[in-house]
């Protein structure tokens, strides 16, 4: 199947700092990509739409200035996280579209 | 209520036994009803997917669909120490959507197989 990656696999930080997570298709491009959330034995939460050359879509409940989603090419979105807080550690998923949706291997923040 | 709800075990069988894993969903409308594995700190794999009611096989692999009860399955033949991790239930997030789509999870099974 068609791979996805995500970089980084795992970071830490200090509360308010800012953390970018990448997720790239690496074998086909993309013009759609998701972003889900996944708390500890939770299942996973669709964030937001990451469409390429245009603005995100966000679900109800997703802050949209907090979690800035950038779509700069058709291989590679971007997730920031503003201003990071403890309750935002969590594994952040994305999934690209190609036929079917192959979702990347996952980034562990742990906010401090 | 919860538009698709799953049991969340955690389930721990022998090898070789018969697992049964199962979802209910809520919107009668929606007609696309996918299984993903995912291991541990791994993304999630698509493992089948299904179209309106009935079976479908794929090797160890059954899912099964029943509109009626909005009720779905997937069973899992022969099962072995490989088979441990977490299984993921999911409708599309719109009636009529599809697989490639918004999804709509599960809260996912961990199933354990132990030797």
């Known amino acids: 199947g068609a791979v996805v990656s995500q970089h980084p696999s795992w970071v830490i930080c200090k509360s308010g700092t800012s953390v970018k997570i990448e997720c790239r298709s690496l074998?086909?491009?993309?013009?759609?990509m998701f972003w889900y959330r996944q708390f500890p034995k939770q299942s996973l939460m669709l964030m937001a739409t990451?469409?390429?050359?245009?603005?995100?879509?966000?679900e109800q409940g997703v802050e949209k200035d907090k979690f800035l989603i950038n779509h700069a090419s058709l291989t590679l979105s971007t997730l920031t996280v503003t201003s990071a807080h403890p309750e935002d550690s969590s594994f952040y998923i994305c999934?690209?579209?190609?036929?079917?949706?192959?979702f990347g291997p996952g980034t562990r923040l742990t906010v401090l | 209520q919860k538009e698709v709800e799953q049991d969340p075990g955690p389930l721990s069988v022998p090898e070789g036994a018969i697992v049964s894993l199962n979802c209910t969903y809520s919107?009668?409308?929606?007609?696309?009803f996918m299984w993903y594995r995912q291991y541990s700190r791994k993304g999630p794999e698509l493992l089948m997917y299904t179209y309106s009611s009935g079976n479908k096989e794929d090797g160890r692999f059954t899912a099964q669909v029943d509109k009626s009860s909005k009720y779905i399955s997937l069973f899992i033949r022969d099962s072995q120490p490989s088979d441990s991790a977490t299984y993921l239930c999911?409708?599309?997030?719109?009636?009529?959507?599809?697989?490639?789509?918004?999804?709509?999870f599960g809260q996912g099974t961990i199933l354990t197989v132990h030797p």
């Open positions: 999911a409708t599309p997030s719109n009636a009529g959507g599809t697989s490639y789509g918004k999804l709509t």
């Open positions: 919107n009668s409308a929606f007609q696309y």
């Open positions: 999934s690209a579209i190609i036929n079917e949706q192959f």
């Open positions: 990451s469409n390429e050359g245009s603005k995100a879509t966000y």
């Open positions: 074998d086909f491009q993309a013009t759609t």
